[in-house]
């Protein structure tokens, strides 16, 4: 019998060939923002430069414009933001675009980060990616800060200080720590809840001290926790047209309470770099601004996000340079008051002020183009191959995907 049975398993005719899997449907929004995610593009908020030439071709499909859109818009919002400051004292309603701004410009930029900060875990090559794309340029602009000023400003006496960050590179020193501690955030059960505590905790602690800016990295935490789990559909929710809609009476409310505050309020709140009682309040005062600009920021944060293109425009590619532009405009920006370009009567009439707002995001939008991102490529995204040892797992991973369009 068995015989008869191993006769007939030889005998059986062969199995029709398997049916091509029919294709899934796509979901054009949440699918390519997936796919930024998983593109070999830096992950910081303020650059997204891919990590080599050969990848360039695909990382350029693959990346989604509505997050190039929103990184330059808000860049160029820092740098109106910059514009307007010296303007408050002669005008109500530069005041008041200046505190509306503050309110999410930054916060839009940290919840970014978080987003595009989702996958990290610490491995080698994303050590990397930390040390030449944050630390790095951290450093050679805290000293190149310190120099300007030294210039500038007429001021030899001013320190190199590597812990006490000068005027823009905060925000570097803050993205570095904030992801160091990603792999923390994912396996703590309420993460955001924990970061908003240690935030109102840092608003009422004055004995924080201004190494590494800390006041700053504790308090504008929540945003980039919140950004570590957001979805693409979180995004596609505040991209529908219900949405947009929406946010106009949002913002506009908004601008109508910023004109209302600029002569009731210390903006140095929107700041988040000091306590409650350093700014001469009860500490009582510094839980409730540090929750209430909290939900202010976020709901504007959506309503920016909201009005983000979707699509490509001309601009798309300069939200790639976003971080050239953020540290370069920083030297223009002080040397305006170092060299007191804000004094000449006709900035400070309302002609004036739109041609500085002007100037402004001209300046900012050559300072994201390509040639400058080559020109200063070396300071701010080196390859620094010296630096590290050979990761033996990156080395044979490059050399599969080298060979794989060679495959196809």
């Not at 610490?122 to 040390?131: A, E, I, M, T």
């Not at 004036?352 to 002007?358: E, H, S, Y």
């Amino acid at each position: 019998m068995r015989q008869q049975l191993a006769k007939h398993s030889s005998t059986r005719a062969p199995l029709p060939p398997a049916a091509p899997a029919e294709p899934q449907p796509a979901r054009p929004s949440s699918a390519a923002g997936e796919q930024q995610h998983r593109a070999p593009a830096s992950s910081e908020a303020l650059a997204g430069k891919p990590a080599g030439r050969a990848e360039q071709a695909g990382n350029a499909k693959s990346r989604d414009p509505y997050f190039d859109n929103a990184k330059y818009l808000a860049i160029v919002l820092v740098a109106l933001g910059h514009s307007w400051e010296p303007l408050r004292a002669d005008s109500r309603a530069a005041g008041a675009l200046y505190i509306f701004v503050y309110t999410f410009h930054m916060p839009a930029f940290m919840v970014i980060s978080g987003y595009f900060s989702r996958s990290f875990q610490g491995k080698p090559h994303q050590l990397k990616r930390l040390v030449t794309g944050i630390a790095v340029p951290y450093l050679l602009f805290e000293v190149a800060y310190t120099f300007f000023k030294r210039w500038a400003d007429d001021d030899p006496s001013q320190p190199i200080s590597l812990l006490d960050p000068w005027y823009l590179t905060w925000f570097l020193g803050a993205l570095f720590l904030w992801r160091l501690t990603t792999p923390l955030w994912k396996v703590v059960r309420w993460p955001v809840a924990l970061a908003l505590a240690i935030a109102v905790l840092a608003s009422i602690s004055p004995d924080i001290g201004d190494d590494l800016d800390l006041q700053r990295v504790l308090q504008f935490l929540p945003f980039f926790v919140i950004g570590l789990f957001l979805k693409p559909e979180h995004f596609d929710l505040v991209r529908r047209r219900s949405a947009r809609l929406l946010s106009v009476p949002v913002l506009v409310v908004a601008l109508v309470v910023a004109y209302w505050a600029v002569e009731r309020m210390n903006a140095e709140w929107f700041y988040h770099r000091d306590s409650a009682q350093e700014m001469g309040a009860p500490w009582w005062v510094g839980v409730i601004m540090t929750l209430a600009l909290f939900g202010c920021s976020m709901v504007l944060t959506a309503c920016f996000l909201a009005w983000v293109p979707r699509r490509h425009m001309w601009f798309t590619a300069l939200g790639a340079g976003t971080l050239y532009g953020y540290l370069l405009h920083g030297f223009v920006a002080k040397g305006s008051r170092f060299w007191e370009w804000y004094d000449v009567s006709w900035v400070n009439t309302p002609l004036g002020a739109i041609g500085v707002t002007c100037l402004a995001a001209a300046l900012i939008t050559v300072l994201c183009t390509p040639p400058v991102q080559r020109m200063f490529r070396f300071t701010m995204e080196p390859k620094m191959p010296w630096a590290f040892r050979e990761d033996p797992a990156a080395t044979a991973r490059q050399r599969m995907e080298s060979r794989t369009p060679e495959r196809r």
